[in-house]
Every structure is written in C-alpha cells, then in structure tokens.
C-alpha cells in the first residue's frame, strides 16, 4: 500500500522553528519527486516547496524562500520541511506529496500520492 504519513506540525509564537517530516512506503522512494503544499481555511491549496529525485534540484514558492528548506533522505525514504522565522501567514494545513516524474514540480496535479496532512498553527 502507497502511503505518505506527515508529521511534526504544531502550534507556534511568530519568528518559531518547525520541522516537518514524511515517511513514505510502498514506492520506490527514490525515483519520486517530492512537494509541500499547504491549504488555509477558505483558501486553495498552495504549492511551497519542492525536491528531485535525487536531491539535487529544489524550487520553493516565493513567500518562504528564505526561511524554509527542504530536503530528503532516500536511505530513510522520507521528506523534511524545516521551516523558520515563521508567520502567522503560514498557519495551515502541510501535505506532502510524490510525483512519478522525479522532478520538482508546482502543480498539485502532477503528484500522485498525498499524505493526509498535518497543522500548522503560528500565533502572533
């Protein structure tokens, strides 16, 4: 069964730290390109961020650059979000996603695999 299970959300002061992680399972992990979406209340789902197959490639959306990384570890098949200096704007819920492409991409339809999400709340 292909899965993809996020954690590590929670709830923090503006200016905090986060780190998001997520575990894939059955697909060949490191053959997938891997993205962060989030979705606010009353809002569309976004893209953030975004790594290749083999780690060499990233893309971020233009609101984190800079305060957020992301990266993997195909030994572990799993995807981290670090995420810092965050804002209140960033409060939603992150999903994790894998594309067959390998690639980095931005559409949320070009990934075939989601996890269920976890929240992330920052209070100002």
């Known amino acids: 069964q292909v899965q993809l299970v996020e954690s590590g959300g929670g709830s923090v002061q503006a200016g905090g730290s986060l780190r998001l992680s997520c575990a894939a399972s059955?697909?060949?992990?490191?053959?997938?390109?891997m993205g962060w979406f989030r979705q606010a209340p009353g809002k569309e789902r976004e893209f953030v961020a975004a790594i290749a197959w083999s780690g060499g490639s990233t893309d971020y959306a233009d609101s984190v650059k800079g305060r957020f990384t992301i990266s993997r570890d195909n030994a572990k098949n799993g995807v981290y979000l670090q995420m810092n200096s965050l804002k209140p704007e960033d409060t939603a819920v992150y999903y994790c996603a894998a594309s067959n492409t390998g690639l980095t991409l931005r559409v949320g339809l070009s990934y075939d695999v989601w996890g269920q999400g976890t929240q992330v709340t920052v209070s100002s």
């Open positions: 059955g697909l060949t992990f490191s053959r997938y390109g």
